[in-house]
């Protein structure tokens, strides 16, 4: 497969110009205002028709085609708090998303617009499916805001509360975004690290911080500055051979944001008391009653069979490391007291060299065969073959994206004779404010207007991988590929969707779902196919990377350039460590989804008070992950501060972050049931954009599911696939 860039000369016109972000601070509270303001004002109108007259024409239709537009700005501007690179920006951002959230409760918990809508959803017309799903969705809305509360002051303090919950959860992300925390270290203590990842580091140990976290001056010349972010988080903790080095950096990365603490804190208790207001015994019976699972009871007993069937094979991958570590610390003479046990700190280290030993699988060389721009081509032109899909490299004006590195790509559908999809825009790596981890952000949704007028989408994606240096371009291990094409996944969801009605389309799904499809496209790089046609050394993209490479081996003789492309032994190599350690990264994902429900589960509010969160975190990843922490060195378990760092339950999967395991079992059968005999299946690559993506949220997730398996979906493949009984 050719791997070149996309051609950036255009020969299409673009029916829909793309979004300019110049916004300024005040035009976006000002925006958010106005948007307010407009629903406002449709409601008011809306909710003096008598409810004997009230239909969906007269009282949803209006409301409908103001949430369509709506929708497309309000997310622009929420955008903004995640990713500009100003703060002014970003703060306004927030102060923006401040209006919108109250305002769309405060819409919510009207009387009188209830009284309409309510007429209209007990008539029930007959409605284009769609229509009619919208109905149910909006009715829910005033349910879930709050209008089933009886009592006017319990009413109130509800509307209070969501206010309260809401701002803290806005703070929290900012403090994480925003933190800019990290720690010094010596060369001597980050050895074992890949050369490149020093390049360029000593001018980054000068730069200053706000917050004065950093060393004086007279230690910045000795020493490097260590962000606590994926770039330099992870090559730690994978490489760093001295272990008092990787504790220390854990330390300090679960210590982060302090200030966070009693956020969560109050947020945990906030929650519990809406949820108890609306009459639900705790907030994780409140949201998932309007899920596919429907019960905590059934997201706790998913979790405990998960430890169950995979507690033996768990300490079986548990043993293997410590005895791997046992050895290593014998032949390299740094055995020292109290490190008999496999602690935090060593899960990830330990894993690689097991990888490296058993399987010959040199991650900083593999690395070398995935630069990012080459490698992103490459994984367009899968999804544009299997899914009839064209990307076209924009040049970027004044503008027309919010920093210099992002690429934008218009999208075309050539199966539709080259129909316009939308925009498609890829921001690559971390900066000071920029939300810390990969992401999509459906940054525009699309919809079709009762006219026909197709307003398209545009996906954003957020990613922080290593930056390119003076020597090296940005290399990708095995698992930021599968990352990197997972939220490309995501992306695709969201531009071939068509939908009538904004709220639902592309991955604006039940949580339940939403990253069932982009799970199931991470197995393609577990396909060697993929592995070739994507990997290509960086040393064969210029002559000066060719002297770059050979600078960096001079101390080996007969230096020798390696292939262009992968060997076929490597890739057998690197696809049987598919399932290595399978079970311990899935007890992992098992131990977050119980603290969650746990904290969204107490058995009355008293409890929720006295919780002592850290405690529950620390005893539940001891318990459920069988690693050591601090408390197994008698510091007991109130130690750090990771709760307070869990970022995904203050992003909407709060009481639901069992979806990451859930959504397993859903990947691996349509997988199977879809790509199993042939990735590169166009047939059924295009009966599953048309069937499973191509709906959004537009109807219930489970009849997606069963329309396109034929079937409920079963975790008869996952078992298989990971050698579970039963």
């Not at 369509?68 to 951002?93: C, G, M, Q």
């Not at 206010?163 to 959860?169: F, G, I, M, N, V």
């Not at 499973?692 to 599911?705: A, D, N």
Request: with cysteine; aromatic share 12%.
């Amino acid at each position: 497969m050719d791997s070149k860039p996309r051609n950036t000369q255009l020969s299409h016109s673009l029916p829909q110009p793309p979004l300019i972000f110049d916004a300024t601070p005040g035009s976006l509270v000002a925006d958010a205002r106005r948007l307010v303001a407009d629903a406002a004002s449709i409601v008011n109108t809306i909710s003096k028709i008598d409810p004997e007259e009230a239909g969906f024409d007269n009282v949803i239709r209006p409301f409908l085609t103001h949430e369509n537009l709506a929708l497309r700005e309000s997310l622009v501007i929420r955008f903004y708090r995640s990713t500009s690179p100003r703060k002014d920006l970003r703060d306004a951002s927030d102060e923006a998303s401040k209006v919108l959230t109250d305002g769309e409760i405060d819409l919510f918990m009207r009387e009188d617009f209830y009284r309409v809508v309510d007429a209209v959803y007990r008539k029930s017309e007959a409605l284009d499916p769609e229509y009619q799903y919208f109905l149910l969705k909006l009715h829910q809305d005033f349910e879930r805001n709050g209008l089933g509360i009886v009592s006017k002051s319990d009413r109130q303090r509800f509307r209070e509360v969501r206010k309260r919950t809401a701002d803290l959860e806005r703070e929290c992300l900012k403090n994480l975004n925003g933190q800019t925390e990290g720690l010094w270290f010596t060369r001597k203590e980050l050895k074992g690290l890949p050369d490149h990842f020093f390049d360029d580091r000593q001018s980054q140990s000068t730069a200053s911080v706000a917050d004065g976290s950093r060393e004086d001056d007279t230690e910045a010349g000795e020493k490097l500055w260590v962000r606590y972010k994926d770039p330099d988080i992870i090559p730690i903790m994978k490489f760093a051979t001295n272990s008092a080095s990787r504790r220390r950096m854990f330390m300090g990365n679960e210590s982060r944001c302090s200030q966070n603490r009693s956020l969560y804190s109050e947020i945990f208790a906030l929650r519990d008391e809406a949820a108890r207001l609306l009459g639900y015994p705790n907030h994780a019976a409140y949201r998932t009653h309007y899920k596919m699972v429907q019960t905590p009871a059934a997201v706790q007993k998913s979790l405990l069979d998960v430890r169950e069937q995979l507690h033996e094979q768990r300490d079986r991958e548990l043993a293997a490391l410590l005895e791997l570590k046992k050895l290593d610390l014998k032949e390299s003479g740094n055995v020292v007291a109290n490190d008999e046990k496999l602690y935090l700190w060593d899960r990830v280290f330990y894993d690689r060299l097991l990888k490296e030993k058993h399987y010959s699988f040199d991650q900083p060389a593999l690395a070398e065969y995935f630069p990012f721009d080459r490698t992103l081509s490459g994984m367009i032109r899968i999804y544009e073959d299997i899914f009839h899909l064209r990307f076209i490299t924009l040049g970027t004006g004044p503008n027309m994206v919010l920093h210099d590195s992002v690429t934008m790509f218009s999208v075309w559908d050539t199966n539709d004779n080259d129909s316009f999809l939308g925009y498609f825009y890829v921001d690559p790596y971390p900066r000071d404010g920029k939300y810390t981890h990969a992401g999509h952000y459906r940054l525009q949704p699309g919809f079709t207007a009762p006219t026909g007028q197709r307003y398209c989408p545009s996906s954003w994606l957020n990613i922080n991988f290593p930056y390119p240096t003076s020597t090296m371009p940005s290399l990708l291990k095995h698992e930021e590929l599968r990352r990197l094409f997972h939220e490309i996944g995501h992306a695709i969801h969201n531009l071939v969707s068509k939908t009538k009605c904004a709220r639902f389309h592309g991955t604006s799904v039940d949580r339940d779902f939403v990253e069932a499809p982009a799970m199931l496209f991470e197995k393609f790089l577990w396909k060697p196919r993929h592995v070739k046609e994507l990997s290509y050394h960086y040393s064969y993209l210029s002559p000066e990377y060719l002297e770059s490479w050979k600078a960096s081996k001079s101390s080996q003789e007969g230096l020798i350039q390696p292939p262009a492309q992968l060997s076929d032994q490597l890739i057998k190599q690197l696809v049987k460590t598919e399932h290595v350690n399978g079970a311990i990264n899935n007890v992992w994902k098992a131990w977050h989804a119980s603290f969650d429900m746990a904290v969204h589960t107490p058995r009355s509010h008293d409890d929720i008070l006295k919780m002592d969160f850290q405690v529950l975190f620390n005893k539940l990843r001891a318990e459920i992950t069988g690693l050591a922490g601090p408390e197994a060195l008698g510091q007991g378990f109130d130690w750090g501060n990771g709760f307070a760092v869990f970022r995904a339950i203050m992003s909407g999967y709060d009481a639901g972050y069992y979806v990451y395991l859930l959504s397993q079992i859903y990947s691996t059968d349509l997988f199977q049931s879809t790509f199993g005999a042939d990735t590169m299946d166009v047939e059924k690559g295009m009966r599953y954009r048309y069937q499973l993506l191509q709906p959004g949220g537009s109807q219930p997730e489970m009849l997606t599911l069963m329309n396109y398996l034929g079937r409920e979906p079963n975790a008869a493949a996952f078992r298989k696939e990971h050698g579970i009984s039963g």
